[in-house]
Protein backbone atom coordinates (compact mmCIF):
# COMPACT_ATOMS: atom_id res chain seq x y z
CA UNK A 1 0.00 0.00 0.00
CA UNK A 2 1.32 3.39 -1.08
CA UNK A 3 -0.02 7.13 -0.43
CA UNK A 4 0.57 9.34 -3.11
CA UNK A 5 0.52 13.10 -1.48
CA UNK A 6 3.11 16.04 -1.37
CA UNK A 7 4.14 18.08 1.59
CA UNK A 8 2.16 21.23 0.87
CA UNK A 9 -0.46 20.48 -0.83
CA UNK A 10 -4.41 20.79 1.50
CA UNK A 11 -5.63 17.83 0.31
CA UNK A 12 -3.14 15.09 1.10
CA UNK A 13 -2.65 16.24 4.15
CA UNK A 14 -6.21 15.74 5.20
CA UNK A 15 -5.23 11.96 5.12
CA UNK A 16 -2.44 12.47 6.69
CA UNK A 17 -3.46 13.92 9.39
CA UNK A 18 -6.68 10.98 9.71
CA UNK A 19 -4.08 8.53 9.86
CA UNK A 20 -2.34 10.14 12.99
CA UNK A 21 -5.89 10.64 14.42
CA UNK A 22 -6.50 6.82 13.74
CA UNK A 23 -2.75 5.65 14.58
CA UNK A 24 -2.52 4.00 11.22
CA UNK A 25 0.74 4.20 9.57
CA UNK A 26 0.97 4.04 5.17
CA UNK A 27 4.18 4.40 3.34
CA UNK A 28 3.67 7.72 1.63
CA UNK A 29 5.40 8.54 -1.76
CA UNK A 30 5.97 12.30 -2.70
CA UNK A 31 4.05 13.24 -5.88
CA UNK A 32 5.64 16.64 -7.11
CA UNK A 33 2.39 19.07 -8.30
CA UNK A 34 4.98 21.80 -8.65
CA UNK A 35 6.53 20.20 -11.52
CA UNK A 36 3.60 18.62 -12.67
CA UNK A 37 4.13 15.18 -12.15
CA UNK A 38 0.38 14.63 -11.34
CA UNK A 39 -0.16 15.27 -14.72
CA UNK A 40 2.42 12.64 -16.95
CA UNK A 41 0.64 9.48 -18.05
CA UNK A 42 1.83 7.08 -15.31
CA UNK A 43 0.01 9.13 -12.63
CA UNK A 44 -2.71 9.80 -14.62
CA UNK A 45 -3.87 6.16 -15.06
CA UNK A 46 -3.66 5.84 -10.67
CA UNK A 47 -6.17 8.84 -11.50
CA UNK A 48 -7.82 10.03 -14.40
CA UNK A 49 -8.51 13.83 -12.80
CA UNK A 50 -4.77 14.15 -12.09
CA UNK A 51 -4.92 14.85 -8.40
CA UNK A 52 -3.39 13.99 -5.24
CA UNK A 53 -4.22 12.06 -2.80
CA UNK A 54 -4.34 8.38 -4.60
CA UNK A 55 -3.86 5.49 -2.16
CA UNK A 56 -2.47 2.55 -3.88
CA UNK A 57 -3.36 -0.70 -2.20
CA UNK A 58 -1.58 -4.07 -2.96
CA UNK A 59 -3.83 -5.30 -5.87
CA UNK A 60 -2.72 -1.93 -7.86
CA UNK A 61 -6.47 -0.48 -7.11
CA UNK A 62 -6.47 3.27 -6.91
CA UNK A 63 -8.39 5.25 -4.74
CA UNK A 64 -8.81 8.68 -4.93
CA UNK A 65 -10.28 11.64 -3.13
CA UNK A 66 -8.91 12.51 0.32
CA UNK A 67 -12.07 11.66 2.09
CA UNK A 68 -12.78 8.39 0.33
CA UNK A 69 -9.85 7.13 1.48
CA UNK A 70 -10.08 8.21 4.83
CA UNK A 71 -13.46 6.39 4.84
CA UNK A 72 -11.88 3.09 3.50
CA UNK A 73 -9.47 3.55 6.47
CA UNK A 74 -12.45 4.33 8.28
CA UNK A 75 -14.42 0.60 7.48
CA UNK A 76 -11.00 -1.40 7.76
CA UNK A 77 -10.19 -0.03 11.31
CA UNK A 78 -13.49 1.50 13.01
CA UNK A 79 -11.70 2.58 15.74
CA UNK A 80 -11.57 5.45 16.92
CA UNK A 81 -14.92 6.09 15.26
CA UNK A 82 -13.90 9.41 12.80
CA UNK A 83 -17.29 9.19 10.70
CA UNK A 84 -19.35 8.66 13.51
CA UNK A 85 -21.53 5.16 14.51
CA UNK A 86 -25.44 5.93 14.57
CA UNK A 87 -27.58 7.24 12.01
CA UNK A 88 -27.87 10.59 13.72
CA UNK A 89 -24.02 10.94 14.15
CA UNK A 90 -23.13 9.75 10.85
CA UNK A 91 -25.45 12.23 9.57
CA UNK A 92 -24.66 15.09 11.41
CA UNK A 93 -20.96 14.47 10.96
CA UNK A 94 -21.51 14.23 7.19
CA UNK A 95 -22.93 17.41 7.47
CA UNK A 96 -20.71 19.52 8.76
CA UNK A 97 -17.66 17.86 6.82
CA UNK A 98 -19.31 19.37 4.12
CA UNK A 99 -20.50 22.46 5.22
CA UNK A 100 -16.53 22.85 5.73
CA UNK A 101 -15.94 21.63 2.08
CA UNK A 102 -18.42 23.47 0.15
CA UNK A 103 -18.07 26.87 2.27
CA UNK A 104 -14.68 27.28 3.69
CA UNK A 105 -12.33 24.74 1.76
CA UNK A 106 -14.19 25.60 -1.96
CA UNK A 107 -14.12 29.26 -1.58
CA UNK A 108 -10.42 29.27 -0.40
CA UNK A 109 -9.94 27.48 -3.29
CA UNK A 110 -10.98 29.90 -5.15
CA UNK A 111 -8.86 32.89 -4.04
CA UNK A 112 -5.87 29.85 -4.39
CA UNK A 113 -6.64 29.45 -8.32
CA UNK A 114 -7.71 33.35 -9.30
CA UNK A 115 -6.23 35.34 -6.07
CA UNK A 116 -2.63 34.11 -5.36
CA UNK A 117 0.45 35.15 -6.73
CA UNK A 118 1.87 32.07 -6.44
CA UNK A 119 -0.80 30.39 -9.03
CA UNK A 120 -0.41 33.19 -11.31
CA UNK A 121 1.40 31.31 -14.01
CA UNK A 122 -1.13 28.03 -13.94
CA UNK A 123 -4.71 29.74 -14.53
CA UNK A 124 -5.82 32.64 -16.16
CA UNK A 125 -6.99 34.43 -12.90
CA UNK A 126 -10.00 36.33 -12.47
CA UNK A 127 -9.51 39.10 -10.56
CA UNK A 128 -13.23 39.27 -9.41
CA UNK A 129 -13.40 35.59 -8.99
CA UNK A 130 -10.89 36.01 -5.97
CA UNK A 131 -13.06 38.72 -4.53
CA UNK A 132 -15.91 36.86 -4.65
CA UNK A 133 -14.40 33.26 -3.26
CA UNK A 134 -13.11 35.93 -0.63
CA UNK A 135 -16.42 37.47 0.55
CA UNK A 136 -17.94 33.48 0.75
CA UNK A 137 -14.75 32.40 2.72
CA UNK A 138 -15.57 35.13 5.43
CA UNK A 139 -18.69 33.87 5.35
CA UNK A 140 -17.65 30.03 5.84
CA UNK A 141 -15.14 31.11 8.53
CA UNK A 142 -17.99 32.71 10.74
CA UNK A 143 -20.24 29.59 10.34
CA UNK A 144 -17.29 27.89 11.78
CA UNK A 145 -17.05 30.45 14.11
CA UNK A 146 -20.71 29.98 15.36
CA UNK A 147 -20.68 25.87 15.85
CA UNK A 148 -17.45 26.49 17.64
CA UNK A 149 -19.14 29.11 19.96
CA UNK A 150 -21.04 26.28 21.19
CA UNK A 151 -19.18 22.94 20.22
CA UNK A 152 -15.61 21.97 21.62
CA UNK A 153 -14.98 20.36 17.75
CA UNK A 154 -16.71 20.94 14.76
CA UNK A 155 -19.06 18.20 14.51
CA UNK A 156 -19.71 18.58 18.74
CA UNK A 157 -17.81 17.10 21.98
CA UNK A 158 -15.37 14.86 19.76
CA UNK A 159 -12.61 14.79 16.88
CA UNK A 160 -13.98 13.69 13.72
CA UNK A 161 -12.93 13.83 10.05
CA UNK A 162 -15.13 17.46 9.76
CA UNK A 163 -11.89 19.00 12.17
CA UNK A 164 -9.30 17.12 10.19
CA UNK A 165 -10.52 18.75 6.76
CA UNK A 166 -11.07 21.98 8.11
CA UNK A 167 -7.56 21.91 10.01
CA UNK A 168 -6.20 20.81 7.05
CA UNK A 169 -8.22 23.88 5.12
CA UNK A 170 -7.69 26.25 7.50
CA UNK A 171 -3.66 25.95 8.24
CA UNK A 172 -4.00 25.95 3.98
CA UNK A 173 -5.24 29.51 3.75
CA UNK A 174 -4.01 31.08 6.40
CA UNK A 175 -0.53 29.27 5.37
CA UNK A 176 0.18 29.38 1.37
CA UNK A 177 -3.33 30.80 0.55
CA UNK A 178 -2.02 34.20 2.87
CA UNK A 179 -5.76 34.81 4.00
CA UNK A 180 -6.29 36.03 7.38
CA UNK A 181 -9.76 35.68 9.19
CA UNK A 182 -11.07 38.53 11.58
CA UNK A 183 -10.00 38.99 15.06
CA UNK A 184 -13.62 38.43 16.32
CA UNK A 185 -13.82 35.15 15.66
CA UNK A 186 -12.36 34.21 18.49
CA UNK A 187 -13.77 30.85 18.58
CA UNK A 188 -12.37 29.74 15.10
CA UNK A 189 -9.54 31.19 16.68
CA UNK A 190 -9.88 29.03 19.99
CA UNK A 191 -10.15 25.23 17.91
CA UNK A 192 -7.58 26.27 15.28
CA UNK A 193 -4.73 26.59 17.94
CA UNK A 194 -6.42 23.45 19.49
CA UNK A 195 -5.99 21.23 16.97
CA UNK A 196 -1.98 22.95 15.95
CA UNK A 197 -1.46 21.32 19.47
CA UNK A 198 -2.19 17.81 18.66
CA UNK A 199 0.80 15.60 17.61
CA UNK A 200 -1.41 14.69 14.36
CA UNK A 201 -0.77 18.65 13.02
CA UNK A 202 2.93 17.31 12.82
CA UNK A 203 1.21 15.09 9.37
CA UNK B 1 -40.30 13.96 9.36
CA UNK B 2 -40.44 16.76 7.11
CA UNK B 3 -37.97 16.39 3.76
CA UNK B 4 -37.93 20.28 3.09
CA UNK B 5 -37.21 20.44 -0.92
CA UNK B 6 -38.22 22.55 -3.71
CA UNK B 7 -39.20 20.78 -7.29
CA UNK B 8 -36.50 22.86 -9.64
CA UNK B 9 -33.88 22.63 -7.23
CA UNK B 10 -31.11 20.21 -8.26
CA UNK B 11 -29.77 19.28 -4.62
CA UNK B 12 -33.04 18.37 -2.74
CA UNK B 13 -33.84 16.08 -6.18
CA UNK B 14 -30.85 14.41 -5.25
CA UNK B 15 -32.39 12.95 -1.91
CA UNK B 16 -36.10 12.43 -3.65
CA UNK B 17 -34.23 9.97 -6.67
CA UNK B 18 -32.60 8.38 -3.48
CA UNK B 19 -35.29 8.00 -1.41
CA UNK B 20 -37.43 6.61 -4.60
CA UNK B 21 -34.50 4.30 -5.50
CA UNK B 22 -34.50 2.80 -1.76
CA UNK B 23 -38.75 2.76 -1.53
CA UNK B 24 -38.64 5.11 1.44
CA UNK B 25 -41.67 7.68 1.31
CA UNK B 26 -40.81 10.82 3.43
CA UNK B 27 -43.37 13.68 4.13
CA UNK B 28 -42.49 16.35 1.61
CA UNK B 29 -42.63 20.17 2.25
CA UNK B 30 -41.63 23.28 -0.49
CA UNK B 31 -39.31 25.86 0.88
CA UNK B 32 -40.00 28.80 -2.34
CA UNK B 33 -35.72 29.58 -3.05
CA UNK B 34 -37.58 31.87 -5.53
CA UNK B 35 -38.95 34.29 -2.86
CA UNK B 36 -35.94 33.37 -0.59
CA UNK B 37 -38.13 31.83 1.91
CA UNK B 38 -35.03 29.49 2.80
CA UNK B 39 -33.56 33.06 3.92
CA UNK B 40 -35.81 33.83 6.77
CA UNK B 41 -34.91 33.78 10.17
CA UNK B 42 -37.47 30.44 10.93
CA UNK B 43 -35.17 28.44 8.40
CA UNK B 44 -32.21 29.72 9.20
CA UNK B 45 -32.72 28.32 12.21
CA UNK B 46 -32.94 24.39 10.78
CA UNK B 47 -29.82 25.10 8.33
CA UNK B 48 -27.66 28.32 8.93
CA UNK B 49 -26.62 27.94 5.29
CA UNK B 50 -29.56 28.89 4.50
CA UNK B 51 -30.04 25.74 1.60
CA UNK B 52 -32.60 23.06 0.86
CA UNK B 53 -32.24 20.32 1.18
CA UNK B 54 -32.77 20.25 5.34
CA UNK B 55 -34.44 16.80 7.20
CA UNK B 56 -36.24 17.92 10.07
CA UNK B 57 -36.80 14.36 12.50
CA UNK B 58 -39.45 14.10 14.99
CA UNK B 59 -37.44 15.89 18.03
CA UNK B 60 -36.85 18.64 15.95
CA UNK B 61 -33.29 17.53 14.67
CA UNK B 62 -32.29 19.26 11.40
CA UNK B 63 -30.04 17.72 8.89
CA UNK B 64 -28.66 19.34 5.88
CA UNK B 65 -26.57 19.02 3.24
CA UNK B 66 -28.15 16.41 0.60
CA UNK B 67 -25.73 13.50 0.83
CA UNK B 68 -25.76 13.86 4.93
CA UNK B 69 -29.17 13.03 4.55
CA UNK B 70 -28.94 10.42 1.86
CA UNK B 71 -26.28 8.46 4.33
CA UNK B 72 -28.95 9.10 7.65
CA UNK B 73 -31.46 7.01 5.25
CA UNK B 74 -28.64 4.16 4.69
CA UNK B 75 -27.89 3.97 7.90
CA UNK B 76 -31.43 3.82 8.99
CA UNK B 77 -32.78 1.11 6.09
CA UNK B 78 -29.27 -0.44 4.15
CA UNK B 79 -31.06 -2.46 2.05
CA UNK B 80 -30.43 -1.89 -1.07
CA UNK B 81 -26.84 -0.11 -0.12
CA UNK B 82 -26.14 2.38 -2.67
CA UNK B 83 -23.03 3.49 -0.72
CA UNK B 84 -21.41 0.04 -0.65
CA UNK B 85 -20.75 -2.19 2.40
CA UNK B 86 -16.80 -3.22 1.52
CA UNK B 87 -13.77 -1.02 2.41
CA UNK B 88 -13.52 -1.28 -1.10
CA UNK B 89 -17.11 -0.58 -2.31
CA UNK B 90 -17.37 2.18 0.42
CA UNK B 91 -13.91 4.35 -0.74
CA UNK B 92 -14.47 3.33 -4.92
CA UNK B 93 -18.67 4.93 -4.31
CA UNK B 94 -17.52 7.95 -2.49
CA UNK B 95 -14.56 8.61 -5.03
CA UNK B 96 -17.04 8.49 -7.89
CA UNK B 97 -19.30 10.78 -6.41
CA UNK B 98 -16.87 13.16 -5.24
CA UNK B 99 -15.57 13.12 -8.48
CA UNK B 100 -19.41 13.80 -9.76
CA UNK B 101 -19.57 16.70 -7.40
CA UNK B 102 -16.48 18.22 -7.81
CA UNK B 103 -15.70 18.18 -11.38
CA UNK B 104 -19.16 17.97 -12.53
CA UNK B 105 -21.99 19.59 -10.38
CA UNK B 106 -19.91 22.91 -8.81
CA UNK B 107 -18.31 23.70 -12.26
CA UNK B 108 -22.11 23.62 -13.44
CA UNK B 109 -23.17 25.51 -10.68
CA UNK B 110 -20.46 28.35 -12.01
CA UNK B 111 -22.02 28.42 -14.97
CA UNK B 112 -25.56 28.46 -13.17
CA UNK B 113 -24.39 31.67 -10.36
CA UNK B 114 -22.41 33.30 -13.45
CA UNK B 115 -23.51 32.78 -16.94
CA UNK B 116 -27.69 32.16 -16.34
CA UNK B 117 -29.92 35.19 -17.54
CA UNK B 118 -31.88 33.01 -14.63
CA UNK B 119 -29.60 34.35 -11.95
CA UNK B 120 -28.66 37.63 -13.13
CA UNK B 121 -30.22 39.62 -10.59
CA UNK B 122 -29.20 37.65 -8.13
CA UNK B 123 -25.20 37.35 -8.05
CA UNK B 124 -22.33 39.96 -9.12
CA UNK B 125 -22.35 37.79 -12.01
CA UNK B 126 -18.57 37.46 -13.89
CA UNK B 127 -18.74 36.41 -17.35
CA UNK B 128 -15.23 35.31 -17.49
CA UNK B 129 -16.09 32.68 -14.08
CA UNK B 130 -18.92 31.65 -16.25
CA UNK B 131 -16.41 30.60 -18.87
CA UNK B 132 -14.11 29.01 -16.45
CA UNK B 133 -16.99 26.90 -15.43
CA UNK B 134 -17.87 26.20 -18.58
CA UNK B 135 -14.38 24.76 -19.89
CA UNK B 136 -14.24 22.60 -16.22
CA UNK B 137 -17.76 21.21 -17.05
CA UNK B 138 -16.81 20.42 -20.22
CA UNK B 139 -14.16 17.87 -18.73
CA UNK B 140 -16.35 16.76 -16.22
CA UNK B 141 -18.37 15.43 -18.81
CA UNK B 142 -15.69 13.70 -20.51
CA UNK B 143 -14.59 11.91 -17.46
CA UNK B 144 -17.96 10.43 -16.56
CA UNK B 145 -18.25 9.42 -20.49
CA UNK B 146 -14.80 7.34 -20.20
CA UNK B 147 -15.98 5.85 -17.17
CA UNK B 148 -19.39 4.84 -18.74
CA UNK B 149 -17.46 3.30 -21.65
CA UNK B 150 -17.12 0.61 -19.46
CA UNK B 151 -18.98 0.70 -16.83
CA UNK B 152 -23.08 0.50 -16.69
CA UNK B 153 -23.54 2.75 -14.35
CA UNK B 154 -20.94 5.52 -12.60
CA UNK B 155 -19.11 3.24 -10.09
CA UNK B 156 -19.34 0.14 -11.47
CA UNK B 157 -22.07 -2.49 -12.00
CA UNK B 158 -25.00 -1.23 -9.84
CA UNK B 159 -26.73 1.62 -9.47
CA UNK B 160 -25.62 3.80 -6.72
CA UNK B 161 -25.81 7.24 -4.82
CA UNK B 162 -23.09 8.17 -7.57
CA UNK B 163 -25.92 8.04 -9.92
CA UNK B 164 -28.76 9.53 -8.23
CA UNK B 165 -26.50 12.78 -7.82
CA UNK B 166 -25.28 12.57 -11.29
CA UNK B 167 -28.73 11.86 -12.60
CA UNK B 168 -29.94 15.07 -10.91
CA UNK B 169 -26.80 17.25 -11.42
CA UNK B 170 -27.26 16.20 -15.57
CA UNK B 171 -30.72 17.36 -15.86
CA UNK B 172 -29.83 20.34 -13.82
CA UNK B 173 -26.89 21.39 -16.26
CA UNK B 174 -29.03 20.40 -19.63
CA UNK B 175 -32.18 21.52 -18.11
CA UNK B 176 -32.13 25.41 -15.92
CA UNK B 177 -28.76 25.81 -17.17
CA UNK B 178 -29.33 24.82 -20.44
CA UNK B 179 -25.83 23.55 -21.23
CA UNK B 180 -25.23 21.05 -23.40
CA UNK B 181 -22.77 18.13 -23.78
CA UNK B 182 -20.34 17.45 -26.94
CA UNK B 183 -22.74 14.82 -29.55
CA UNK B 184 -18.94 12.14 -29.01
CA UNK B 185 -20.05 11.48 -25.66
CA UNK B 186 -22.18 8.89 -26.63
CA UNK B 187 -21.40 6.61 -23.19
CA UNK B 188 -22.56 9.62 -20.98
CA UNK B 189 -25.72 9.60 -22.98
CA UNK B 190 -26.65 6.25 -22.69
CA UNK B 191 -26.20 6.53 -18.85
CA UNK B 192 -28.49 9.73 -19.16
CA UNK B 193 -31.25 7.96 -21.40
CA UNK B 194 -31.05 5.23 -18.58
CA UNK B 195 -31.45 7.16 -15.32
CA UNK B 196 -34.11 9.09 -17.23
CA UNK B 197 -35.87 5.91 -17.96
CA UNK B 198 -36.20 4.71 -14.99
CA UNK B 199 -38.80 5.39 -12.41
CA UNK B 200 -37.09 7.45 -9.76
CA UNK B 201 -36.15 10.31 -12.28
CA UNK B 202 -40.11 11.35 -11.49
CA UNK B 203 -39.12 12.10 -8.25
Known amino acids: ?3 YSYPMAPNPRRVRIFLAEKGIEVPIQDVDITTGENRQPDFMKKNPVG ?6 LDDGTCISESVAICRYFEALHPEPPLFGTTPEEIAHIDMWLRRVELNVMS ?10 PLTAGLFDQITAAADFG ?3 AAMGFKLLDDQLADNEFI ?8 DAVAHSTMDFATGLVAMTYDDSLVNLKRWHDMVCARPSAQA
Open 155 to 162: AGDTYTIA
Open 51 to 56: SIPVLE
Open 134 to 136: RER
Open 107 to 116: TVGQVWIHGS
Open 1 to 3: MIL
